[in-house]
């Protein structure tokens, strides 16, 4: 699968298998967000990767929205400083992963309002630190991303060509 494949098919997985993901693809994700570009090369940046099922479990409890990291055999925690730069690089960092994943096989999903006392506490994120997101990866519990169109806006509609509100004809 190349870069624009994995773009245009990616779906947010939300229902896993119940099948551990491999160490090295593991790492490979990983080492996808630590080699993701970041304001200044700062690398901001540090990972939590669960796999233990209590620990994942009481996540998918405290996460408000994402109560399906409890049945995801992996999740990973963008830790990032609390400022308008580590928001970006921690974000270009999560889709980062997210696209290796998808590439793998593995389905993902950006789990958001996660810098809760109670979540920082349960990974020991240091309270001065922003928990910026918690991705539940796992292989997809149903077949999905094969053929399917994305419903989304034409490209006429938001992207512009110099100006906005001139159409970009590509």
Do not use: C
């Not at 190349?2 to 245009?8: G, L, P, Y």
């Not at 996660?114 to 997101?133: F, G, S, Y």
């Amino acid at each position: 699968m190349d870069v624009f494949e994995a773009v245009e098919t990616m779906l947010a997985v939300r229902s896993y298998r119940d099948e551990p993901i491999p160490d090295e693809t593991v790492t490979q994700i990983l080492e996808a967000g630590r080699l993701t570009a970041s304001s200044k090369n700062q690398q901001h940046w540090d990972f939590i990767m669960v796999r233990e099922p209590q620990t994942l479990k009481r996540l998918g409890q405290l996460a408000r929205t994402g109560g399906y990291i409890a049945e995801a055999p992996l999740a990973i925690a963008v830790v990032m400083p609390d400022k308008p730069v580590g928001y970006m690089d921690g974000a270009r960092a999560a889709q980062d992963m997210m696209l290796v994943a998808w590439e793998a096989g593995i389905g993902s999903n950006w789990v958001g309002n996660v810098n809760t006392d109670a979540i920082k506490e349960l990974l020991n994120v240091p309270q001065d630190r922003l928990l910026l997101t918690v991705i539940p990866f796992g292989y997809p519990a149903e077949e999905i991303g094969q053929g399917i169109i994305k419903d989304r806006e034409p490209l006429s509609e938001v992207a512009h060509a110099e100006r906005f509100g001139r159409p970009y004809q590509g």
